[in-house]
Nanobody, 122 residues
Framework: QVQLMESGGGLVQAGGSLRLSCAAS????????MRWYRQTPGNERELVAG???????NYADSVRGRFTISRDNAKNTVYLEMNSLKPEDTAVYSC????????????????WGQGTQVTVSS
């Protein structure tokens, strides 16, 4: 089993910054990618940013240039540095990872965190 634990959400004024963290734990053989999604009530979940094992990254157009995703492979942790925050960034942010599991890498887990609230006031 694999678990993802997010932290770092909160309330911030427009123009401010927050850093989200997501740590994976459990029977991890290899993490293929880690992604951040966000969702607001009544809307579909939106992919915010992703990072591959190779280090390649991708961003939603709405956050490119303001958000930075990074990972610490030794800690099985992904970060989302969010700068110049806007009220429209307000959402529940969730971490997702595709992980090969088990001692010999025979399992697969598409794991999700519980989500963390980010609120940006105007």
């Amino acid at each position: 089993q694999v678990q993802l634990m997010e932290s770092g959400g909160g309330l911030v004024q427009a123009g401010g910054s927050l850093r989200l963290s997501c740590a994976a734990s459990g029977s991890i053989f290899r993490i293929h990618f880690m992604r951040w999604y966000r969702q607001t009530p009544g809307n579909e979940r939106e992919l915010v940013a992703g990072i591959m094992a190779s280090g390649n990254t991708n961003y939603a157009d709405s956050v490119r240039g303001r958000f930075t995703i990074s990972r610490d492979n030794a800690k099985n942790t992904v970060y989302l540095e969010m700068n110049s925050l806007k009220p429209e960034d307000t959402a529940v942010y969730s971490c997702n990872a595709l992980i090969t599991t088990g001692l010999y890498g025979t399992g697969t887990s598409n794991a999700w965190g519980q989500g963390t609230q980010v609120t940006v006031s105007s």
